[in-house]
């Protein structure tokens, strides 16, 4: 299966950007729906957004407008821009492919 490695977390204030990257290794990232998580300190690991195949979007109301995700398959790549960021976006942003999980970029929004 395919190894995941995200990029890009780090420390931001609020109503700043981040741009998360996900890049996959050891076989394609077009095989499954493609997807971002996030999970706080003892907190469930929540969804954030999708992509499946076709190109189709989901994402979760807590972002919705603000966070957008897009694949390069020629890169084989996922992305996640995050605009106007908020204190409680602060959490570890984790990509998702099938059972492949990467592990993990922090990231943290200051007020």
């Known amino acids: 299966q395919v190894q995941l490695v995200e990029s890009g977390g780090g420390l931001v204030q609020a109503g700043g950007s981040l741009r998360l990257s996900c890049a996959g290794s050891g076989g394609s990232v077009s095989a499954y729906v493609l997807g971002w998580y996030r999970q706080g300190p003892v907190k469930e690991r929540e969804f954030v957004a999708s992509i499946t195949r076709s190109g189709y979007t989901y994402y979760a109301d807590a972002v919705k407008g603000r966070f957008t995700i897009s694949r390069d398959s020629a890169k084989n790549m996922v992305n996640l821009q995050m605009n106007s960021l908020k204190p409680e976006d602060t959490a570890i942003y984790f990509c998702?492919?099938?059972?492949?999980w990467g592990q993990g970029t922090q990231v943290t929004v200051s007020t």
């Open positions: 998702n492919h099938g059972h492949s």
